[in-house]
C-alpha cells in the first residue's frame, strides 16, 4: 500500500470510512481520514489538489458505495482525476508519473502534486466504478 504514496492512503481510508459511516459525507471523509495519516502536518492535511481529486471522483459517482453529489468547487483536480481513471481501466500498469504526462499532455507542464496516487491506490485497490 505504501506504493500509493500517503495521499493513496488518505483516498482509501477516506473511502473506508464512507462505506462504514453512510452518513458521513466524503469532504469530512477525507479530512478525517488526512488527519489519521497526518496527525502533526496541518499543511499536508490541507493540501488541497488530491483532496480535490478526491471529492471530483465521488462527485462523479466513480467511487463504489458514493452517490454522485456536489462535493467539490475544483475544476482541474476533478478533470485530471477523472481522465486518469479513464486511462487506468485500458492501461493499468501506468505509473503514477505517466498518468500524470498523460492527463497534461495539451496543457502548460505542471508539478505533479499527489493527484495520481489518489486515483491509482483507489483504482488498483478495487474501489473505482469500471
Given at each position: 500500500?505504501?506504493?500509493?504514496?500517503?495521499?493513496?492512503?488518505?483516498?482509501?481510508?477516506?473511502?473506508?470510512?464512507?462505506?462504514?459511516?453512510?452518513?458521513?459525507?466524503?469532504?469530512?471523509?477525507?479530512?478525517?481520514?488526512?488527519a489519521f495519516?497526518?496527525?502533526?502536518?496541518?499543511?499536508?492535511?490541507?493540501?488541497?489538489?488530491?483532496?480535490?481529486?478526491?471529492?471530483?471522483?465521488?462527485?462523479?459517482?466513480?467511487?463504489?458505495?458514493?452517490?454522485?453529489?456536489?462535493?467539490?468547487?475544483?475544476?482541474?483536480?476533478?478533470?485530471?482525476?477523472?481522465?486518469?481513471a479513464e486511462?487506468?481501466?485500458?492501461?493499468?500498469?501506468?505509473?503514477?508519473?505517466?498518468l500524470w504526462?498523460?492527463?497534461?499532455?495539451?496543457?502548460?507542464?505542471?508539478?505533479?502534486?499527489?493527484?495520481?496516487?489518489?486515483?491509482?491506490?483507489?483504482?488498483?485497490?478495487?474501489?473505482?466504478?469500471?
Open positions: 500500500m505504501s506504493n500509493y504514496g500517503k495521499y493513496g492512503l488518505v483516498a482509501l481510508n477516506a473511502v473506508n470510512k464512507l462505506n462504514s459511516m453512510k452518513e458521513i459525507a466524503p469532504s469530512n471523509a477525507w479530512d478525517e481520514a488526512a495519516v497526518f496527525p502533526t502536518q496541518l499543511s499536508s492535511r490541507k493540501k488541497g489538489c488530491p483532496r480535490s481529486s478526491f471529492l471530483g471522483l465521488c462527485e462523479e459517482g466513480k467511487v463504489k458505495g458514493v452517490k454522485s453529489g456536489n462535493y467539490t468547487s475544483s475544476k482541474a483536480n476533478k478533470a485530471y482525476a477523472n481522465d486518469a486511462l487506468l481501466k485500458n492501461s493499468p500498469k501506468l505509473t503514477t508519473k505517466e504526462g498523460k492527463v497534461i499532455s495539451n496543457a502548460e507542464p505542471k508539478a505533479h502534486n499527489s493527484q495520481m496516487n489518489v486515483v491509482a491506490a483507489l483504482f488498483h485497490e478495487g474501489h473505482l466504478i469500471a
